[in-house]
């Protein structure tokens, strides 16, 4: 079936006037001044209608420390690594060394 009445584009975009999104409205913390989405806590102090709800500092120290030993596990398993492949090296020069000098004897 064809469309009897095409609209143009103006017609479109006229039509979808009304989809544009907004920017989306903040208020402003009372402790520390930072903006923050309405009815929410504030994401930079953790306080909510004048009271502490959430102590970021603690879990930014918890999130440290985690990370810290995150790091110290994959350095040290790094370590092993290292070490395995430096006990591996000379092993294969040595057979490298013994088949060299099989093929020297035998000439």
């Avoid at 409205?25 to 930072?34: P, V």
């Avoid at 000098?101 to 035998?106: G, M, R």
């Amino acid at each position: 079936m064809v469309v009897r009445m095409r609209n143009n584009r103006s017609q479109s975009k006229q039509r979808r006037s009304h989809h544009g999104l907004s920017a989306p409205e903040l208020a402003t913390c009372k402790n520390c001044g930072a903006h923050h989405r309405p009815h929410h806590m504030c994401l930079d102090c953790g306080f909510y209608n004048g009271r502490q709800v959430m102590d970021l500092a603690a879990d930014k120290a918890k999130r440290e420390a985690r990370l810290n030993a995150k790091k110290d596990v994959i350095k040290g398993s790094h370590e092993e690594h290292e070490e395995v492949k430096a006990e591996k090296k000379p092993k294969a020069k040595a057979k490298k060394a013994k088949v060299q000098a099989e093929d020297e004897s035998s000439k």
